[in-house]
């Protein structure tokens, strides 16, 4: 498989903290959504940010943004098929998606999704959890773009928690350890965005 194109999901309304873009909010001096650039770009061919609005808030950043598809804020599955899209046209096979409020997400977070593709067309990132077993973090998935058309089909069915849809596709899972954190921790209220100043 070549190198996947890698897709931030920015898409969401950010409702806990308040609305507005959880990623362009600083951290340590850069915006989350800088710090997950710098994580999954070398790690990808391509790079795109999935982004819903007035895209001018994300001009300097340089990257290409693609807005759902879908109407009215359907979730991070929009935000894929989105990504699928725009990989699609662009002669990708396979996308790579990180969420824009995760700064802390794993740099060997693609080759070992890419391992875990071995198992199934689509993998997801998880991490162990002592109440659950093992925690799945779907927005973190390595997506084959030929699965776009079947997505399409399920988002106009009404289709909108993630693991609804990849549970039909035999989804494999890409298992991460946590060292005193879980890397996938991500940002939701302005308590996780103390929290997050603390981890760095």
């Known amino acids: 498989m070549k190198q996947p194109a890698g897709v931030i999901l920015a898409g969401g309304l950010s409702r806990r903290m308040g609305g507005g873009d959880k990623g362009l909010l600083t951290l340590g001096g850069e915006t989350l959504l800088a710090r997950v650039i710098d994580r999954l770009e070398p790690q990808v061919a391509d790079v795109a940010l999935n982004a819903n609005g007035d895209v001018s808030r994300f001009e300097g950043y340089g990257l290409p943004i693609v807005a759902d598809s879908v109407a009215e804020y359907p979730g991070p599955l929009a935000g894929v098929l989105a990504g699928m899209d725009w990989a699609a046209a662009r002669g990708h096979s396979h996308i790579v998606t990180a969420a824009a409020d995760t700064p802390f997400f794993p740099c060997d977070l693609v080759p070992r999704?890419?391992?875990?593709?071995?198992?199934?067309p689509i993998a997801l990132a998880a991490t162990p959890d002592p109440k659950r077993g093992m925690s799945r973090h779907p927005t973190f998935?390595?997506?084959?773009?030929e699965l776009r058309e079947d997505l399409r089909a399920a988002l106009a069915r009404g289709v909108r928690k993630v693991?609804?849809?990849t549970d039909t596709h035999g989804t494999a899972t890409a298992e991460f350890p946590v060292a005193g954190f879980d890397p996938f921790f991500n940002v939701n209220?302005?308590?996780d965005m103390a929290r997050a100043e603390g981890l760095l």
């Open 113 to 120: 999704l890419l391992l875990a593709a071995d198992k199934g």
């Open 163 to 165: 693991v609804a849809w």
């Open 141 to 145: 998935g390595l997506w084959p773009v």
């Open 189 to 191: 209220t302005p308590e």
